[in-house]
């Protein structure tokens, strides 16, 4: 766990990641994580209220805020996506979680292809209480190895959508979840849900790269959504929650 950092305010502990998102969260000894999921999505200055009314009804700090869910009308170009993750980070910042350009906050943002929203927009999000139930959020990630340079650049098997293509994204992908969850404490044991979001078929490697790794013990679910800048072509998040719940519209 030494690879984590801390965020004690919010009672959780974090994979360090660049501005805009940590690489997942994990409960600290006496905090558990739980997931509320807004039954339309909700624009994202709409949202932040939402939520920050939602916690303080339920007696927590607005550093409890740890993972959420976004929505976003299309891909974003690598420019577009700095500029959004700057509004995102201005809130966090002002509500003490976003401090010397570390966010622990995880985080998938994702682009619905069909019925997309008309501006980014909160579809899900966690926050930690006090409850010795634990738990984790893995954040999303594509097919692009961390580190300097543009999306391009660091993208796996860049533009080839065959199957042998995606299925060389996919395992990629798989094998940042599991780094992710040994950082975390965790694994596909200990999930309760996992997330893909592609529009491109998985259904040939569904079986022998996902299901038989035990990344579908409880089933997937799978959005047909893509990633949220241009080119990345399949992204997975994975959580382990005791507690959801869905807030009317």
Request: hydrophobic fraction near 40%.
């Amino acid at each position: 766990m030494s690879a984590l950092g801390e965020f004690a305010p919010g009672g959780y502990a974090f994979i360090p990641g660049p501005f805009q998102y940590s690489g997942g969260v994990v409960a600290r000894p006496g905090f558990a994580i739980e997931r509320a999921r807004f039954a339309d999505d909700v624009p994202l200055a709409q949202g932040f209220a939402r939520i920050e009314s939602y916690l303080r009804a339920l007696g927590r700090p607005l550093t409890a805020f740890c993972a959420c869910e976004l929505h976003s009308p299309a891909p974003f170009s690598d420019s577009g996506f700095v500029a959004f993750n700057r509004i995102y980070a201005g809130t966090l910042e002002r509500w003490g979680i976003y401090r010397d350009g570390v966010n622990p906050v995880a985080r998938s943002n994702t682009c619905p292809l069909i019925a997309p929203p008309g501006e980014p927009s909160f579809h899900a999000f966690g926050y930690t209480v006090a409850d010795a139930g634990g738990g984790f959020v893995v954040a999303g990630s594509g097919e692009a190895q961390e580190g300097a340079g543009s999306y391009a650049e660091r993208m796996i098997a860049p533009g080839d959508v065959s199957p042998s293509g995606l299925r060389r994204k996919a395992v990629f992908v798989l094998g940042e979840m599991e780094r992710r969850l040994g950082l975390l404490g965790g694994s596909w044991a200990s999930a309760s849900a996992t997330q893909v979001y592609t529009v491109h078929d998985l259904h040939p490697f569904l079986g022998d790269e996902i299901v038989r790794r035990g990344a579908a013990r409880h089933g997937l679910t799978w959005h047909l959504n893509r990633p949220p800048v241009a080119g990345l072509e399949f992204e997975m998040d994975v959580r382990s929650v005791a507690l959801e719940r869905v807030l009317a519209a």
